[in-house]
């Protein structure tokens, strides 16, 4: 059974607990559906002021909804399309202050106002994204942007 766990340190130090616990979670199953999905339910329980979190799987040249949590979401986004598809086309994280000015931006839940989007490149290949959005402003630093880049290098070990 799953146990919570305190983040009792800095953001960087709860960030690196956060990834040796997603590594141990995932240990030893193969079922990528699996893994996505017991991924994002961990990363809901440690991060605070989110509304969105989950991942957007690379199928035929588009993003296509995968495991979440949060509100029924728009299923389907074009490359270069919103914050999403313009972090798969540019192959960088999108850290996104206010959505409201991110030219393009999909708005699928109206409380969202700040969003981060890490690409999940494999291979070279582009597999998807971990998307969160948040219902407050600059919800995201640069601390999360490195915790979250280093969350998806182990989860790629398991997908
Ligand atoms: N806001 C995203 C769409 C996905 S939802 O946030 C879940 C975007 O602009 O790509």
Known sequence: MFESIQYPGTKEENYQLLSKQ?????????????????????LNQFLEQVNWVGFYLMKDG???????????????????????????SEKKTMLVDD???????????????????VPIIKDG?????????????????????????AFVDVLKKHI
């Open 125 to 149: 290949n582009v597999y998807g994204v971990l998307d969160i959005d948040s219902p407050i402003k600059s919800r995201f630093d640069e601390n999360d942007q490195k915790g979250l880049e």
């Open 62 to 88: 588009e993003l296509v909804l995968g495991p979440f949590q949060g509100l029924p979401a728009c299923v389907r986004i074009a490359d270069g399309k919103g914050v999403c598809g313009t972090a798969t």
């Open 99 to 117: 959505v409201h000015q991110f030219p393009g931006h999909i708005a699928c839940d109206a409380q969202s106002q700040s969003e981060i989007v």
């Open 22 to 42: 997603l590594d141990s979670l995932l240990e030893g199953e193969p079922d990528t559906t699996a893994n996505l999905s017991n991924a994002s339910a961990l």
